[in-house]
């Protein structure tokens, strides 16, 4: 097969991933074959009841020849799992299930040449609980990354990354660095330049409003104006810190390529609203590049039909060049 395979872990199994993929599947054409990592079961019950027909080959994961893989069939590799109802509730009955998934998935990788892993929304509260703050930190303790990766939200016309991800508010002074910000620049500069062929210009928020604080030393002061002044030196296309109420006007935002945020909510809310779900969210640093639509589970939506696939066809694209 003159493409490397597309690996996907469907994850959550009572989310709308398999709803989308079914609508990606049936709207883009991908080139690169696909690997499909689900219950069989569950998929074939899914499928049927939202009114989809496509066909699968199943693999055996302890044999997988790259030639044999079709990009008109779906690749699917099943994986046990007891289910009562196609469409269920959430809860960490699903654990061992979508462990098996991601495990399955990085031994592949470790075997044969892939384009990507996607992942489908997973439960933080649930397949997490208190040990990972989210799948980017799951996926780095799992391949030994840990600390060394960022979380890109990407869009190709503007870009966010948070320094921090799924913290408290209250918390996220705590885990700011100096180190931190230029570790997170250079990630981002790296990727840009591999897989894009382009330099970013970046722009760096402050965290307090307005880049200021009351107390005698602020955050801006201590940490993120030295980071600033580092990274120019080392002539990395840096900015800031700019207050974010304003990075994110429209006659800014044509100056740059991605802002760096200094928490989770600060830099993804503005991009939700400017694109919805057109971005996806990608993890640099980890040996390979992994992609993931950039909503959850969204349990509510579940099989009704009416989940916008967008996000997903955008991941596929980006794997698919």
Sequence with gaps: MKFKPIIIVAGEP?????????????????????????????FLIQMKKLGFNFKINLINVNS??????????????????KFKKPFDKISNKSNVYINNCFMIALNIIKKIQCAGLINGPISKKNFLKTKFLGITEYLAHKTNKRNKVAMLIYNKALSVSPI????????????????????????????????LKKIPKIAITGLNPHCESNYKSSEEDKIIKPAI????????????????????????????DVIIGMYHDQVLTPIKALFGFNAINI???????????????????????????????????????
């Design 14 to 42: 009572y989310s709308i991933f398999l709803e989308i993929f079914f609508k990606s599947f049936n709207i883009k054409k991908i080139k690169k074959p696909i690997i499909l990592i689900v219950s069989k079961g569950l």
């Design 64 to 81: 997988i020849k790259v030639n044999s893989l079709s990009n008109k069939k779906i690749n699917l590799i099943d994986v046990n799992f």
């Design 164 to 195: 921090t991800t799924h913290l408290p508010l209250k918390d996220v002074h705590k885990y700011l660095s100096k180190h931190k910000i230029i570790d997170h620049v250079k990630l981002i500069d790296q990727f840009y330049k591999k897989n």
């Design 229 to 256: 002044k580092l990274l120019i030196k080392k002539k990395y296309k840096v900015n800031g810190p700019f207050p974010a109420d304003t990075i994110f006007l429209k006659e800014k935002l044509k100056n740059f």
């Design 283 to 321: 993890t640099l640093g980890l040996p390979f590049i992994r992609v993931s639509p950039d909503h959850g589970p969204n349990v509510k939506m579940l099989g009704k039909n009416l989940s916008n696939p967008e996000s997903l066809i955008e991941a596929l694209k980006f794997l698919d060049k």
